[in-house]
């Protein structure tokens, strides 16, 4: 069986000479802007849904899975990024960075779609992106940003593009008898 790192680069490979390269000029750009931990992480949720709702709508939520798959091994081989919950997350920056990774993305898959590449691959060279900026964060953080996503995908009145904050202050509270656990948000994962 294939690791991760092997898939990776099987498939950035087969999309030919330059793949691997725009996947890292894609990721420094992003790089680039400079926000909070918690800002950036908030723009690569932005960025995760919107990709999934605009081109994988039909099968979003097995792209969310696959990402946030990716991201939890990637992050099990890395020192995760340390965040401050809690700190202010200006929305303008947040839409500012994420339109550099919709954007680039969107280019990515057109430049890809052009070439003789097998559909898998295309998919495998999309998803590092995604996989590999979510898995600069620690487990916790990757589970809330997947729950955020999905929240906002399963909403009647979502639009690719809009920001997606993650609820990192921990919001931890006691819960009562009376309490309706259908409409509780899970806070831990076992």
């Not at 087969?14 to 680039?32: H, K, N, S, Y």
């Not at 919107?50 to 990716?70: G, S």
């Not at 639009?159 to 309490?179: K, M, S």
Request: net charge negative.
């Amino acid at each position: 069986m294939y690791s991760l790192v092997e898939t990776i680069r099987g498939a950035l490979t087969a999309v030919g000479p330059g793949a691997e390269e725009r996947v890292q000029r894609l990721i420094g750009e992003f790089d680039a802007v400079y926000l909070s931990g918690e800002e950036k992480l908030a723009a690569v949720a932005t960025a995760i849904a919107a990709t999934a709702w605009t081109h994988h709508l039909r099968y979003r939520q097995v792209y969310v899975d696959a990402v946030k798959t990716w991201a939890l091994e990637i992050s099990s081989q890395t020192r995760p990024f340390e965040l401050c919950a809690g700190q202010e997350i200006e929305e303008e920056r947040v839409l500012d960075a994420a339109d550099v990774l919709i954007g680039g993305v969107d280019a990515l898959i057109d430049w890809m779609g052009a070439l003789p590449v097998r559909m898998q691959d295309r998919l495998v060279a999309e998803l590092v992106v995604m996989a590999r900026l979510l898995g600069r964060y620690d487990a916790l953080s990757i589970h809330l940003t997947t729950l955020a996503i999905d929240q906002a995908l399963s909403a009647n009145d979502f639009i690719p593009g809009e920001a997606i904050t993650i609820g990192l202050g921990g919001g931890f509270f006691p819960i009562g008898r009376e309490a309706d656990l259908e409409h509780l948000a899970p806070l831990g994962f076992a």
